[in-house]
């Protein structure tokens, strides 16, 4: 049974940075792709970053250059550093990991399992 637990988030201010973490059970993290989401109060959930099986990284254009998302793989877990937060990122973050090989996978429909997510505030 896959599981996935996030952790990391909170309240900052305008400017700060945060770094969540998800580890993963029931699986190998190192051998799926993993992702971030995120979604806003009356928004869509969208992708965040994407983190492949290969390696490949993929970003949504609103986050780049100031999140990285990375392997943890003695923990089983991704993280995300983010850096810069706005009040636009407040959204609850969630960690979600699909089986599929293609690359970049993205939509939110081929991810199979989710975290519960974790709350993320920015203040200005």
């Known amino acids: 049974q896959v599981k996935l637990v996030e952790s990391g988030g909170g309240l900052v201010q305008s400017g700060d940075s945060l770094t969540l973490s998800c580890v993963g059970d029931g699986f190998s993290s190192a051998s799926k792709t993993m992702a971030w989401f995120r979604q806003a109060p009356g928004k869509d959930r969208e992708l965040v970053a994407e983190?492949?099986?290969?390696?490949?990284?993929t970003y949504a254009d609103s986050v780049k250059g100031r999140f990285t998302i990375s392997r943890d793989n003695p923990r089983n877990a991704i993280n995300l550093q983010m850096k810069s937060l706005k009040p636009e990122d407040t959204a609850i973050y969630y960690c979600?990991?699909?089986?599929?090989?293609?690359?970049?996978?993205?939509?939110?429909?081929?991810?199979?399992?989710w975290g519960q997510g974790t709350q993320v505030t920015v203040s200005s």
């Open positions: 979600a990991v699909t089986s599929t090989r293609a690359y970049p996978a993205k939509l939110r429909h081929v991810y199979e399992d």
């Open positions: 983190v492949a099986w290969s390696g490949m990284k």
